[in-house]
């Protein structure tokens, strides 16, 4: 069997659901789940984000099914606000994560991010849009001005062009980021001062690798 979570769920057909995984040998995993929705009460019940799965399944091809699940471990619990931050980073999955690729390193910062975000939610989904670039080959470029090939400046503004990189604006220039926070979130340091920054630049690499259709828990957050 196959350590998993939940990343989505949808009706299919009369009976069953239609589940997306993540996995971490197989990276993204579509399944159904036949009779889910009737008369398989621990099926349907351990379908749910957030609760550490094993899974195994059967069949070839973009779509396979299910044939065990079990609970590997308790439900993480996120009340609240920090439930719709896991769902984010669920959406995010859904949207950038390649189908039958493994991601070993992505699938254990997602349970770190999970473990760590009831306390640190900010830091934690920074941290983990900035990870999730870097595992899929899209490495920000945070420490170069591609206009002259200096260092980032920490007393200077930049902008972030997600097919070239930085270059430099006026401070008072809409969305500029500050030196300060790219250095910061290079260096994986992350303080109140820089998590507004450094949440602008995500929005706008994601936005670039995701087109221009909106992410629902984005709205909601």
Known sequence: MHAAYV????????TSLLVDLITAEFGRVSLVARGAKRGKAKTSRLLQPFIPLHVSWYGNGELVTLSDVEASGPAHSLPGKSAICGLYLNELLMRLLPKWDPCMVTFANYQQALL??????QEVLRRFEKELLTNLGYALQLTVDVETGDDI??????M????????????????ALRGTSLIALHRDEYYPEMLAD????????LSYYMGSKKLVTRELL
């Not at 450094?198 to 690499?205: D, G, H, Q, S």
């Open 160 to 175: 972030y062009d997600p097919a070239l990189g930085l270059r430099p604006v006026k401070a008072n220039h809409v969305g």
């Open 116 to 121: 760590q975000i009831n306390t640190k939610p």
């Open 7 to 14: 990343l989505h769920t949808r009706a299919y057909r009369e």
């Open 153 to 158: 400046k920490a007393d200077k503004h930049y």
């Open 198 to 205: 450094a949440k602008r630049l995500m929005r706008i690499v």
